[in-house]
Each structure stands twice: as structure tokens, then as C-alpha cells.
């Protein structure tokens, strides 16, 4: 079983920028995957980004390409969502996941966090 720890999220008016953390407290962290994935209400889980084991490789959303920027620290087992140029649209429950395999599909997700909130004010 990973346990993930979310913290970082608030409020924020829009254009500004917001660090999310998420960190496990099991190990061996650097054997997963490590994504983001959010939820407005009334909408299902959407993927926003990964990272692979050891950083190989991102992968983001179309809608927040450029503007979010993930990472990992695999000796502090925690991985970062670093969030720009914030829009209301960008508002919602922000869940960390560990995934043995990279995915964006929010059903192949092995182990979520409990979420952390972002809301973003026009």
C-alpha cells in the first residue's frame, strides 16, 4: 500500500501561480510513476500530468502544456505540480497518483492521495 500526502492548494486570483506537493510515506517511491490528475464538479477525473521513474520523461494535457511544470525528488519521495498563469477553468480537486505504469486514464491508476484544493477567482 502508498499513502500520498497532498498539500499546496488555496486560492488564487487568476494569472497567478500555485505549488502543489504530494509526498509518500511508503516506500520505494521511485518505482512508481508519479501523476496529477483533477476533478471539477460534476465532471469526471481528468488526467494533467506525469512523470516516469527517475524523471525520464513528462507528459502534460493539451490544456496545460506550458503553463504547469511537473518534477520529482525521489530522495525526499515527493513529486511537484508547479502551476503558472493560473485561469478559473483550472479550478478544481487536485489528486496525486502513483501509477506502475505511466498512464492517463484515471482507472489505471494504482494509488491516489486524498486530494488537495485549487480555486481560481476571475
Known amino acids: 500500500q502508498v499513502q500520498l500526502v497532498e498539500s499546496g492548494g488555496g486560492l488564487v486570483q487568476a494569472g497567478g501561480s500555485l505549488k502543489l506537493s504530494c509526498a509518500s510515506v511508503e516506500r520505494p517511491f521511485s518505482t512508481f510513476a508519479m501523476g496529477w490528475f483533477r476533478q471539477a464538479p460534476g465532471k469526471e477525473r481528468d488526467f494533467v500530468s506525469y512523470i516516469t521513474q527517475r524523471g525520464s520523461s513528462t507528459y502534460y494535457a493539451d490544456s496545460v502544456k506550458g503553463r504547469f511544470t511537473i518534477s520529482r525528488d525521489d530522495a525526499a519521495s515527493t513529486v511537484y505540480l508547479r502551476m503558472n498563469s493560473l485561469k478559473p477553468e483550472d479550478t478544481a480537486v487536485y489528486y496525486c497518483?502513483?501509477?506502475?505504469?505511466?498512464?492517463?486514464?484515471?482507472?489505471?491508476?494504482?494509488?491516489w492521495g486524498q486530494g488537495t484544493q485549487v480555486t481560481v477567482s476571475s
Open positions: 497518483a502513483a501509477m506502475k505504469l505511466p498512464t492517463m486514464e484515471w482507472r489505471r491508476v494504482n494509488y
